[in-house]
């Protein structure tokens, strides 16, 4: 049988349509992406989770016990220092305690003349208020004051102590001493603190 141009076109496109089908038909299906089922035990995980809290809470009463010994510490060290509302407050104190000492020597110990420096910082929490005074007095009397200045309750201290001879015949010397006591941090002017820590943090 013979067939004429448009039928063998149509067998053709049919033969093509028939090899499409067959390749969409039997044409791979594409990998769905797999879920990933979590690791470990929920149960086991939730026990280490629980041990650990255990762990941490076990440690608080040692850290809370810590910290109050040394508040108490603090607040003890702390008692020692010299409140006052200004740096010139701070410097007054210092020079009553220096003339009340002096006048408990016998015979009494004359503070002759005062000079003031600027407070400064002391650490990174406290300041120094230091103050010179010019005394004349025996050997002895000057090392009682100096264990009296020890044993005062403020946080004060010897920061210079220079002896000249005086008086041969009576026996006495010129002192110029320097005192300084610790004040709260807020009495450092800004400059100073500054300055200091411009320097290299070197108390």
Not at 106 to 134: C, K, M, W
Request: proline content about 6%; overall charge positive.
């Amino acid at each position: 049988m013979n067939l004429g141009p448009r039928d063998r076109r149509a067998l053709a496109w049919l033969a093509v349509s028939a090899l499409l089908g067959l390749v969409i038909y039997f044409w791979p299906a594409s990998d769905t992406a797999s879920v990933v089922a979590p690791t470990g035990d929920p149960v086991a995980l939730a026990e280490n989770r629980l041990a650990r809290l255990r762990e941490a809470a076990a440690l608080v009463p040692a850290k809370e016990s810590v910290f109050k010994k040394v508040s108490v510490e603090l607040a003890a060290r702390e008692k020692g220092i010299i409140t006052a509302d200004t740096a010139a407050q701070a410097q007054a104190q210092v020079i009553q305690i220096i003339r009340r000492l002096g006048a408990a020597e016998n015979p009494p110990i004359d503070i002759r003349n005062t000079e003031l420096t600027p407070v400064h910082p002391f650490g990174e929490s406290y300041g120094e208020a230091s103050v010179a005074v010019q005394i004349e007095c025996r050997i002895d009397q000057l090392v009682n004051l100096l264990a009296a200045l020890q044993a005062e309750p403020e946080l004060v201290a010897t920061s210079d102590l220079r002896v000249l001879s005086s008086n041969a015949k009576e026996k006495t010397v010129a002192v110029r001493l320097a005192i300084a006591g610790v004040v709260p941090r807020r009495l450092v002017p800004e400059k100073s603190a500054a300055a200091k820590k411009a320097a290299g943090g070197a108390f």
